[in-house]
């Protein structure tokens, strides 16, 4: 069975930091992008950052930029997102997403060159995890 499962969430105070992981089983991420997003109450889903494992590529979302970093670890099937100087707009819960295609085609981080090819839709989703950040 394909699963993504999403870890590491929790209450933390404004400027702290959370890890966040996400397990792969079913499938292997080598040959795919995982990316994270998130979605606050009353907000549309935001892209926070993806990974192409083929290529190493990386890409962030605008507000997480400089903040946030991704990793993987292929021997675990896992990836993880590192969150520092967290302020209360990240609340939201985040979802890991896994597929085929490269980050560079996934809508929240297409160029402007790719965005008429951009996909808005993945293979795999997780459940998400909770991130809640108090002021």
């Known amino acids: 069975e394909v699963q993504l499962v999403e870890s590491g969430g929790g209450l933390v105070q404004a400027g702290g930091s959370l890890r966040l992981s996400c397990a792969a089983s079913?499938?292997?991420?080598?040959?795919?992008?995982i990316g994270w997003f998130r979605q606050a109450p009353g907000k549309e889903r935001e892209g926070v950052s993806c990974?192409?494992?083929?290529?190493?590529?990386?890409y962030f979302g605008d507000s997480v930029r400089g903040r946030f970093a991704i990793s993987a670890d292929r021997s675990n099937n896992e990836v993880y997102l590192q969150m520092n100087s967290l302020n209360p707009e990240d609340t939201a819960v985040y979802y890991c997403?896994?597929?085929?295609?490269?980050?560079?085609?996934?809508?929240?981080?297409?160029?402007?060159?790719?965005?008429?090819?951009?996909?808005?839709?993945?293979?795999?989703w997780g459940r998400g995890t909770q991130v809640t950040v108090s002021s």
């Open positions: 997403a896994a597929d085929a295609s490269p980050c560079g085609l996934w809508g929240p981080f297409a160029s402007r060159g790719n965005v008429r090819n951009a996909r808005w839709d993945y293979a795999y």
């Open positions: 990974l192409s494992m083929t290529d190493g590529s990386i």
């Open positions: 079913g499938f292997t991420l080598d040959d795919h992008a």
